[in-house]
């Protein structure tokens, strides 16, 4: 259970941050939370999302890069922590062309296979 700075109430990954939608937890710090995805498109594919709501990387600002950056600091030590020796993939979807479901910025984290490709 962990307090997220302006609470949607209408949010998924708030309620998940908050505790009251269960999730498997990978990570956890006083500014960002880590957690399985539901419907994995990969071996490992873990989100990363901030404990404030931001809507998505649309709303990336300088008042929440240094939020975002400790962001991708913890993306290189989960890819790590989960063995991903090989690489992987970081996605963030934004807006509706960009294919986003859920409106609270998150980074995908995917890898366990190759993921050589298409890109989109
Ligand atoms: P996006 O489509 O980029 O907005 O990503 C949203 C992701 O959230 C999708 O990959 C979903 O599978 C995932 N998701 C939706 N509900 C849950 C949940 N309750 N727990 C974990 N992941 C979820
Ligand atoms: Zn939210």
């Known amino acids: 259970m962990s307090d997220v700075l302006n609470y949607h109430d209408d949010c998924l990954f708030c309620k998940i941050i908050k505790g009251d939608i269960p999730s498997a937890k990978v990570y956890e710090d006083e500014r960002c939370y880590a957690f399985r995805d539901?419907?994995?498109?990969?071996?490992?594919?873990?989100l990363v999302v901030p404990k404030t709501h931001i809507g998505?990387?649309?709303?990336?600002?300088?008042?929440?890069?240094a939020l975002v950056a400790h962001i991708f600091t913890?993306?290189?030590?989960?890819a790590q922590q989960e063995g991903l020796t090989g690489g992987y993939r970081v996605v963030s979807n934004v807006g509706p062309d960009g294919g986003q479901t859920v409106p609270h910025l998150h980074f995908h984290i995917l890898g366990g296979r190759s993921l050589s490709g298409q890109m989109g």
């Open 38 to 46: 539901i419907n994995p498109q990969a071996p490992t594919h873990v």
């Open 56 to 65: 998505s990387c649309a709303e990336i600002t300088g008042d929440n890069a």
């Open 74 to 78: 913890v993306v290189a030590r989960i």
